[in-house]
């Protein structure tokens, strides 16, 4: 049987995971079609690392070894989500991608960013 924390962790998993993907995709499409423009190109792997490394990080969270670790992994998530943020509003302020998708990218880091801080708020209560 599945807990509730279980449940909310797993939906958790994968709502990073498709985040890091989305992520890979934008990184990929930036990259084949703005092969001269080093800006976009600086921009799109920064974001890249940024991005993916939330997905990363969560994981890890799953397994830390105690109370002050979780709440580590889940401030280095947060800073992640902030540098992804700040990419994403310059890739979109700059025109380097279509912008279609882009905002609800940027909602969606904006929403784990929300739930992130929520997070660490329940643990560290």
Not at 107 to 122: A, R, W, Y
């Amino acid at each position: 049987m599945t807990t509730s924390g279980e449940y909310k962790h797993d939906n958790l998993r994968d709502r990073t995971k498709a985040y890091a993907n989305r992520i890979i995709r934008l990184y990929t499409h930036i990259q084949q079609n703005c092969h001269f423009n080093d800006a976009a190109l600086v921009i799109a792997k920064q974001l890249l690392r940024s991005g993916t490394s939330v997905a990363a990080n969560h994981r890890e969270a799953r397994h830390a070894r105690s109370k002050a670790d979780k709440i580590s992994k889940f401030h280095i998530m947060l800073q992640e989500l902030e540098e992804s943020a700040l990419w994403l509003e310059l890739i979109i302020d700059n025109d380097m991608a279509p912008q279609e998708g882009l905002q609800e990218l940027l909602s969606e880091t904006n929403q784990l960013i929300g739930i992130f801080v929520t997070s660490i708020k329940t643990i560290q209560a």
